[in-house]
Protein backbone atom coordinates (compact mmCIF):
# COMPACT_ATOMS: atom_id res chain seq x y z
CA UNK A 1 0.00 0.00 0.00
CA UNK A 2 2.55 2.31 0.14
CA UNK A 3 3.78 4.44 2.56
CA UNK A 4 1.12 4.97 5.46
CA UNK A 5 2.43 8.00 7.46
CA UNK A 6 0.21 10.12 8.74
CA UNK A 7 0.54 13.58 6.51
CA UNK A 8 -0.83 16.86 7.83
CA UNK A 9 -0.81 20.20 6.41
CA UNK A 10 -0.07 22.71 9.22
CA UNK A 11 -0.35 26.24 9.62
CA UNK A 12 2.63 29.44 9.28
CA UNK A 13 1.82 28.91 13.74
CA UNK A 14 2.39 25.49 13.07
CA UNK A 15 -1.17 24.06 13.76
CA UNK A 16 -2.80 21.03 12.42
CA UNK A 17 -5.17 22.22 9.24
CA UNK A 18 -5.65 19.22 7.29
CA UNK A 19 -4.80 15.41 7.19
CA UNK A 20 -3.41 13.95 3.84
CA UNK A 21 -4.82 10.64 2.84
CA UNK A 22 -3.71 8.20 0.41
CA UNK A 23 -5.76 7.34 -2.26
CA UNK A 24 -6.72 3.55 -1.23
CA UNK A 25 -7.45 5.01 2.34
CA UNK A 26 -9.44 7.46 1.13
CA UNK A 27 -11.62 5.14 -0.52
CA UNK A 28 -12.06 3.22 2.39
CA UNK A 29 -12.91 5.40 4.86
CA UNK A 30 -15.84 6.51 2.34
CA UNK A 31 -16.78 3.18 2.04
CA UNK A 32 -16.90 2.96 5.88
CA UNK A 33 -18.87 6.11 5.61
CA UNK A 34 -21.33 5.06 3.54
CA UNK A 35 -22.18 1.60 5.29
CA UNK A 36 -22.42 3.56 8.27
CA UNK A 37 -25.26 5.69 6.82
CA UNK A 38 -27.15 3.02 5.55
CA UNK A 39 -26.76 1.16 9.24
CA UNK A 40 -28.28 4.48 10.59
CA UNK A 41 -31.08 5.08 8.01
CA UNK A 42 -32.13 1.24 8.22
CA UNK A 43 -32.22 2.08 12.19
CA UNK A 44 -34.23 5.27 11.93
CA UNK A 45 -36.60 3.27 9.35
CA UNK A 46 -36.69 0.78 12.22
CA UNK A 47 -37.88 3.39 14.68
CA UNK A 48 -40.37 4.83 12.74
CA UNK A 49 -42.04 2.14 10.81
CA UNK A 50 -44.82 0.33 12.23
CA UNK A 51 -44.39 -3.00 10.26
CA UNK A 52 -41.10 -3.83 7.91
CA UNK A 53 -41.88 -5.25 4.42
CA UNK A 54 -39.87 -8.34 3.28
CA UNK A 55 -37.79 -7.91 0.03
CA UNK A 56 -39.80 -10.08 -1.59
CA UNK A 57 -43.10 -8.64 -1.10
CA UNK A 58 -41.76 -4.97 -2.22
CA UNK A 59 -40.33 -6.38 -5.15
CA UNK A 60 -43.65 -7.58 -6.08
CA UNK A 61 -45.45 -4.46 -5.18
CA UNK A 62 -42.67 -2.52 -7.71
CA UNK A 63 -43.33 -5.11 -10.49
CA UNK A 64 -46.96 -4.30 -10.07
CA UNK A 65 -46.73 -0.91 -10.59
CA UNK A 66 -44.45 -1.30 -13.20
CA UNK A 67 -41.25 0.38 -11.75
CA UNK A 68 -39.45 -3.13 -12.15
Known sequence: MGNTATKFIVTAQGQREAVLLDLASYRRLLRRLED????????????????????????????????L
Do not use: I
Not at 48 to 65: E, G, T, W
Open 36 to 67: LEDALTLDRAEDSSRKLLSYQRVRKRLKRAGK
